[in-house]
């Protein structure tokens, strides 16, 4: 296993254990597959974390990409962290919301507002 990948895995189970979300949550939250984080942090993951997984995950847990990449860029505090994480619960669930059509159209006539 190579320095980068174990690094990546460190980092993000430290990250994500600040957060107190699960591996599934997380990978839910960032949109991959259940078990790609546990691979991550495991260092099951064989080759270099890829730019398009990292920024998913890296947005989820509020730090840049490229800590999670190659462990450059600033760490964020807990508090960011967890900031970061109910805004990816918050855009989850209006996601899911949207995709099962529970969001409503607004009735101008029900708003109290003129229509066209």
């Given at each position: 296993m190579?320095e980068?990948?174990?690094?990546?895995g460190?980092?993000?189970?430290?990250?994500?254990?600040?957060a107190?979300?699960?591996?599934?949550?997380?990978?839910?939250?960032?949109?991959?597959?259940?078990?790609?984080?546990g691979?991550?942090?495991s260092?099951?993951?064989?080759?270099?974390?890829g730019?398009s997984?990292?920024i998913?995950?890296?947005?989820?847990?509020?730090?840049h990409?490229?800590?999670?990449?190659d462990?450059t860029g600033?760490?964020?505090t807990e508090?960011?962290?967890?900031?970061?994480?109910?805004?990816?619960?918050a855009?989850h669930?209006?996601?899911?919301a949207h995709?099962?059509?529970?969001h409503?159209?607004?009735?101008p006539?029900?708003?109290?507002?003129?229509?066209?």
């Amino acid at each position: 296993m190579s320095e980068v990948i174990s690094q990546s895995g460190v980092c993000l189970r430290k990250l994500r254990e600040m957060a107190g979300i699960s591996t599934r949550e997380l990978a839910e939250l960032a949109q991959v597959s259940p078990g790609y984080p546990g691979h991550i942090e495991s260092g099951r993951r064989r080759g270099k974390l890829g730019a398009s997984i990292a920024i998913r995950l890296a947005a989820v847990l509020g730090c840049h990409f490229e800590l999670l990449v190659d462990g450059t860029g600033p760490e964020p505090t807990e508090e960011e962290v967890k900031a970061a994480v109910a805004s990816a619960r918050a855009r989850h669930a209006a996601r899911a919301a949207h995709e099962s059509g529970e969001h409503q159209a607004v009735d101008p006539k029900k708003s109290g507002t003129d229509g066209p």
